[in-house]
Nanobody, 126 residues
């Protein structure tokens, strides 16, 4: 089973940017749907963005236009560029994967994914 590890989190000011990375123990580009989720304190884990093996993407309405998900097909690393960050973006960000060409039609369906990283904290101050 592939192992995932996130990095790139930190504390930034309102309007600033961060780039998250998720490294995989094996090349995931041709075998796995991958996604970013986030969880704020006291709230449920929510889907942020997903990308399948043919590079089709899906984004949550709350971040569309500000975040971009991508994957390096050579290394299998997953990225998320986050621009114009807002305090409501604060939370722990997780990458997730599941074997298969396509992702679930429901971006928020966390139970559909079978492999998770440990998470990286993003804090946006106003």
């Amino acid at each position: 089973q592939v192992e995932l590890m996130e990095s790139g989190g930190g504390t930034v000011q309102d309007g600033e940017s961060l780039r998250l990375s998720c490294s995989a123990s094996e090349k995931t580009s041709t075998r796995h749907c991958m996604a970013w989720f986030r969880q704020a304190p006291g709230k449920d884990r929510e889907g942020v963005a997903s990308i399948d093996t043919i590079q089709s993407t899906d984004y949550a309405n709350s971040i569309e236009g500000r975040f971009t998900i991508s994957r390096d097909t050579a290394t299998g690393t997953l990225y998320q560029q986050m621009n114009d960050l807002k305090p409501e973006d604060t939370g722990t960000y997780y990458c997730a994967a599941r074997t298969g060409t396509y992702c679930s039609g429901d971006l928020h369906e966390a139970d559909w994914y079978d492999t998770w990283g440990q998470g990286t904290q993003v804090t946006v101050s106003s």
